[in-house]
């Protein structure tokens, strides 16, 4: 019985990487490279698996980088992708988001040398840079890149994977990544080479979705049913133990983990005031047990 499971297993396999190119099966966790895998939904072409030892959740199969970097290249991104929602905003509420994350960050480093990983339209590069601190970026996307320039006239801002981008040697007091991990195939190795960056006593701070979230269903099935293939944009979930999983693996000190919310831009003064009372309100309700109540999860680390 139990032979004649793994062999329509493998010929499931089979038949969604016939049809779907540019995709690879993921056969190991690539946090802890265990094998022991649960598959958490189940759609025709791809699903989530969670692994059982580190607790991570990720899509599988999933694009290979090739792909990724011709769906994260495309011009048509600015005008159909999530950044298209940068475009209807106000800026200054935009803003508000950045100087919120930024206020967390100066807890910890008040100055230097600050990276930006993944600076989509530079909206934290810029309130970073009005902070005092010298600022770069990276983007996987020249498209993204070259509206950063524009947008916060930064000019140093490193085009690739990070594992591909040669720094001459530079390292960094602040190393930041605002979902950003989610998005990317590789995280440990990503976070590995995080650690090479920072300097000694520097802080890296991620923020990404909390898939512990109490909502009406995972964020994960959201995707599958909202979104079709070529858009399915995270590729990794976090719980806050799978985080701090992935974090000390890589070799981090984990300073501080924090719920917070992930909340889209106010459309209007009223509803941004509405919001500030609403952050302390949930902290009281969703005391002791945050990582239901919260959106997204900041953790800060040091090497």
Same mark, same amino acid.
């Given at each position: 019985m139990e032979g004649s499971l793994v062999n329509a297993f493998e010929e499931s396999k089979k038949n969604f990487m016939n049809e779907l190119t540019g995709y690879e099966w993921i056969k190991s966790c690539k946090i802890c490279t265990g094998d022991r895998l649960i598959q958490v939904t189940h759609s025709p072409m791809v699903n989530f698996h969670q692994c059982e030892n580190c607790y991570v959740i990720f899509l599988n199969p999933q694009p290979s980088v090739a792909t990724l970097k011709q769906q994260y290249t495309q011009q048509e991104l600015l005008n159909t992708g999530p950044a298209s929602a940068w475009f209807k905003h106000n800026k200054f509420y935009l803003k508000e988001i950045s100087r919120e994350r930024l206020r967390d960050v100066l807890r910890y480093k008040e100055h230097g040398d600050l990276l930006d990983v993944g600076c989509g339209m530079g909206d934290f590069c810029g309130v970073a840079r009005e902070a005092g601190f010298n600022v770069f970026g990276t983007e996987f996307s020249d498209v993204y890149a070259d509206q950063t320039r524009k947008t916060v006239d930064i000019t140093e801002i490193y085009i690739g994977r990070l594992q591909e981008i040669d720094f001459s040697g530079r390292k960094f007091d602040v190393i930041s990544l605002w979902h950003v991990l989610e998005h990317l195939p590789d995280p440990l190795e990503t976070l590995v080479c995080l650690r090479k960056l920072?300097? *000694? !006593? !520097?802080i890296v701070v991620i923020e990404v979705p909390n898939v512990d979230q109490k909502r009406k269903r995972p964020m994960y099935l959201s995707d599958l049913e909202d979104y079709p293939i070529d858009r399915l944009e995270h590729l990794f979930y976090?719980? !806050? %133990?799978?985080?701090?999983?992935?974090? *000390? %693996?890589? !070799?981090f000190k984990i300073v501080n983990l924090n719920f917070v919310d992930a909340h889209q831009p106010s459309k209007n003064m009223f509803k941004h005031f509405l919001r500030k009372i609403k952050r302390p309100s949930k902290q009281i309700v969703y005391m002791g047990r945050q990582n239901k109540g919260f959106s997204a999860m900041r953790i800060f680390s040091t090497v």
């Open positions: 920072v300097r *000694t !006593g !520097g976090y719980s !806050g %133990k799978a985080l701090q999983n992935a974090c *000390t %693996k890589a !070799g």
